[in-house]
């Protein structure tokens, strides 16, 4: 990790840097295709076993820990290297581990979204560090509805460490690109659809940051309560941190150049009043108003609770 952090600046910058998504990439698809099946010697013994587990777990983690030195240039040159290779390729790469199984993208977006959820079976610390590199990723129209859908079914399934996982990549993103990680950003798509996927991501996190809490004294009931608790500051605290992004981000920050990234600051570069969308849908479904935007609906009655 080390070395490839000094090395950054020369593996940062493209053609190198495609070099060095592409090994990673590729490992990390390996990897999903021997989940469940790196342990089935029934000969091994329990220290081996461990030894073994450890080994697996250290591998799964070698490519996410080389690209984490990345810049966010390079990231999003390897997005836009991707989208073309993927056209030219005529459709997403798939892999199978049976022939019962549907296709899988193997496009990296679509790997680190698997990664960082808790159902593919990876570790916590592989989990955690993939929804951070997730959050890093080009917000495409594509990467942003996904990340929504998959959102929705965490939350919906009551799967809450997948949600605060891809909250987790929400906040990455948010350090990486200011209110740019919400999406808009994107040559390819209208303004609608990039509307419609931010008001999704808005209207999940809203709901994640207004679950209602167990009050039963049981041990279970109790362990679940912690558990939303955590769901609901996550919610919370990356609400407040969009609304942040969105007011550092200026009026105009939505209408920037594709691919191009906000400053340090924040700034959007038209100098003008400052406002965000999310904080005032939210003072307008506070106070009941009738015109609130439709991503407030489903959690009105949750705010005024709150």
Same mark, same amino acid.
């Given at each position: 990790?080390?070395?490839?952090?000094?090395?950054?600046?020369?593996?940062?910058?493209?053609?190198?840097?495609?070099?060095?998504?592409?090994?990673?990439?590729?490992?990390?698809?390996?990897?999903?295709?021997?989940?469940?099946?790196?342990?089935?010697?029934?000969?091994?013994?329990?220290?081996?076993?461990k030894s073994n587990d450890v080994k697996i777990a250290?591998?799964?983690?070698?490519?996410?820990?080389?690209?984490?030195?990345?810049?966010?240039?390079?990231?999003?040159?390897?997005?836009?290297?991707?989208?073309?290779?993927?056209?030219?390729?005529?459709?997403?790469?798939?892999?199978?581990?049976?022939?019962?199984?549907?296709?899988?993208?193997?496009?990296?977006?679509?790997? %680190?979204?698997?990664?960082?959820? &808790?159902?593919? *079976?990876?570790?916590?610390?592989? #989990?955690?560090?993939? @929804? =951070? !590199? $997730? +959050?890093?990723?080009?917000?495409?129209?594509?990467?942003?509805?996904?990340?929504?859908?998959?959102?929705?079914?965490?939350?919906?399934?009551?799967?809450?460490?997948?949600?605060?996982?891809?909250?987790?990549?929400?906040?990455?993103?948010?350090?990486?690109?200011?209110?740019?990680?919400?999406?808009?950003?994107?040559?390819?798509?209208?303004?609608?659809?990039?509307?419609?996927?931010?008001?999704?991501?808005?209207?999940?996190?809203?709901?994640?940051?207004?679950?209602?809490?167990?009050?039963?004294?049981?041990?279970?009931?109790?362990?679940?309560? %912690?558990?939303?608790?955590?769901? &609901?500051?996550? *919610?919370?605290?990356?609400?407040? #941190?969009?609304?942040? @992004? =969105? !007011? $550092? +981000?200026?009026?105009?920050?939505?209408?920037?150049?594709?691919?191009?990234?906000?400053?340090?600051?924040?700034?959007?570069?038209?100098?003008?009043?400052?406002?965000?969308?999310?904080?005032?849908?939210?003072?307008?479904?506070?106070?009941?108003?009738?015109?609130?935007?439709?991503?407030?609906?489903?959690?009105?009655?949750?705010?005024?609770?709150?």
């Amino acid at each position: 990790t080390r070395l490839a952090g000094e090395l950054s600046q020369w593996l940062g910058a493209p053609p190198v840097s495609r070099v060095v998504f592409e090994r990673a990439r590729l490992a990390m698809a390996f990897d999903a295709n021997q989940v469940g099946l790196e342990n089935l010697d029934e000969n091994v013994d329990d220290e081996s076993a461990k030894s073994n587990d450890v080994k697996i777990a250290f591998s799964r983690l070698k490519p996410l820990l080389l690209l984490r030195p990345m810049p966010i240039e390079a990231w999003d040159d390897w997005s836009a290297f991707e989208s073309v290779a993927d056209t030219v390729a005529g459709s997403a790469e798939t892999l199978k581990s049976s022939e019962d199984l549907l296709p899988v993208s193997n496009l990296l977006p679509d790997i %680190l979204l698997r990664k960082a959820l &808790k159902q593919n *079976g990876e570790s916590d610390d592989s #989990r955690r560090l993939a @929804a =951070e !590199l $997730l +959050g890093r990723v080009f917000p495409s129209a594509r990467v942003i509805s996904q990340r929504a859908d998959s959102f929705e079914r965490a939350v919906v399934d009551g799967r809450l460490g997948d949600a605060r996982a891809l909250a987790l990549a929400t906040l990455s993103g948010i350090n990486a690109r200011n209110a740019m990680a919400l999406g808009g950003c994107d040559a390819t798509t209208g303004s609608d659809d990039d509307d419609k996927s931010k008001d999704r991501l808005r209207a999940v996190l809203l709901l994640m940051a207004t679950l209602p809490l167990n009050d039963e004294t049981s041990a279970t009931a109790s362990a679940k309560r %912690l558990e939303t608790t955590k769901t &609901k500051m996550g *919610g919370l605290e990356t609400v407040a #941190r969009i609304i942040g @992004a =969105e !007011l $550092l +981000g200026g009026k105009n920050a939505t209408g920037s150049t594709p691919r191009k990234r906000l400053g340090a600051d924040g700034g959007g570069g038209g100098g003008g009043e400052r406002v965000s969308v999310t904080l005032n849908g939210l003072v307008s479904g506070i106070v009941g108003d009738p015109n609130a935007p439709r991503w407030v609906y489903a959690a009105r009655t949750s705010l005024r609770d709150a």
